[in-house]
């Protein structure tokens, strides 16, 4: 018998850009020409059915234009498509269109856009390099920037996936001109959720100026833009893989995720994370870290940007309360939650615990009344 040692010890520098501005189209053509991924010139376009024509096909025929190799792979719009089937289609579409590990995988849309083609990246060839273009408030508050990458399961969401770092991020600000109001709504309240834990004034900004930015206005949008990457990156880099202070950005996502898929993706993921913002603004001031105005005002700036602020009649409420279980901050089967203290801050329970347990009986009582 033999043992061998394999020393495999890793220092990865995964730094990169995110470009914040308006149609960015030809941005991202000149960054890949310039070596952005160095001598690659064979791309696959992952994209939906929404966004191919929107914005996908002029990507495509100006990195043909450049000389490069294009082909898309599209997938119906909505969190549905979010699967291992889906995954597993677009991979099997590349290989009969011979991509092997030569090739940069470009995402253009949404979360869900980003969400699966970060994923498809990560394990395509053992790994080929991906860009994100992301083209939804919600991609650019959170999904596309932070390096999760994951699809969901009939039982979960965004359980089975992977921490893989684009190569680049355009959040082009030019696409939400053509977002439905539901979507813009969608995703503020990824937004509203940064400023509850990390920022009072931010949170009064977006008060001031909730009008300006549901009518698309420019600089409204680039402020919220430039805020939602400033304080989602000052977690990340401290913790990237989540062991500690990343769980921060759970905030409204234990009951928000449940819900969005007790609902069965009636409720999109920005609605059901405003519904959580508000179960757990609630379960703050059960817990003496939150007054009556604070739950006054987290609800009513959510409410001002068109999001639900109440559990829909037709959630079973005991389903939800089960589903909370699937949650991947549950530890030795009990829930454990985090929570805001008043508006701007997140209560660190001992040195660099962000999360603590809460009782079933505390959340199903919350649940209930909402
Ligand atoms: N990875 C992460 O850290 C993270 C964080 C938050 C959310 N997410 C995920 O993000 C997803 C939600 O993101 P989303 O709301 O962007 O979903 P999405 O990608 O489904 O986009 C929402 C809808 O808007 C359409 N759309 C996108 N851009 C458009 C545009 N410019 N004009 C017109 N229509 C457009 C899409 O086709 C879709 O119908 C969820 O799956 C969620 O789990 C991931």
Not at 129 to 151: C, E, Q, R
Not at 183 to 202: N, V
Request: a negative charge.
């Amino acid at each position: 018998m033999s043992t061998f040692g394999v020393s495999l010890k890793k220092l990865v520098d995964d730094s990169y850009d995110i470009e914040i501005g308006f149609s960015l189209e030809s941005h991202l053509v000149k960054d890949l020409k310039a070596g952005l991924v160095g001598n690659i010139k064979k791309f696959a376009i992952i994209t939906d059915s929404h966004v191919e024509k929107l914005y996908a096909e002029k990507i495509v025929s100006l990195l043909e234009y450049a000389g490069f190799t294009v082909n898309t792979f599209v997938f119906p719009a909505g969190e549905k498509s979010k699967t291992r089937e889906t995954k597993a289609f677009i991979e099997d579409e590349m290989i009969k269109k011979e991509y092997r590990r030569d090739c940069c995988i470009i995402a253009v849309g949404g979360g869900v856009v980003t969400d699966l083609a970060g994923f498809i990246a990560g394990t395509y060839g053992r790994g080929v390099p991906f860009i994100n273009y992301a083209t939804s408030l919600l991609a650019a508050a959170d999904a596309s920037v932070g390096g999760k990458t994951a699809v969901d399961t009939p039982i979960a969401t965004n359980l089975i996936g992977l921490f893989n770092q684009p190569k680049k991020v355009y959040i082009d600000i030019a696409t939400w001109q053509t977002l439905p109001k539901r979507e813009l709504s969608s995703g503020m309240a990824e937004t509203i959720k940064h400023a509850c834990m990390a920022d009072k004034d931010f949170f009064h900004y977006l008060k001031e100026h909730m009008a300006d930015i549901l009518a698309a206005e420019k600089t409204a949008c680039e402020h919220i833009a430039e805020k939602n990457c400033q304080i989602k990156y000052h977690v990340v880099e401290k913790d990237e893989r989540e062991s500690g202070l990343r769980e921060i950005l759970n905030l409204g996502h234990t009951v928000g995720r449940a819900i969005e898929t007790v609902s069965d993706y009636r409720l999109l993921h920005g609605e059901a994370v405003s519904i959580g913002l508000v179960a757990e603004v609630h379960l703050a001031e059960r817990l003496g870290y939150a007054t009556d105005e604070d739950i006054r005002e987290v609800t009513s700036l959510l409410a001002s940007a068109g999001l639900p602020v109440e559990i829909p009649e037709y959630i079973d409420r005991e389903i939800l309360v089960k589903k909370l279980y699937t949650d991947k901050k549950v530890k030795d089967g009990k829930l454990r939650f985090v929570v805001q203290r008043g508006i701007g801050e997140i209560v660190e329970f001992s040195s660099g615990v962000y999360a603590t347990q809460i009782a079933e009986d505390v959340i199903r009582d919350i649940i209930e009344e909402l």
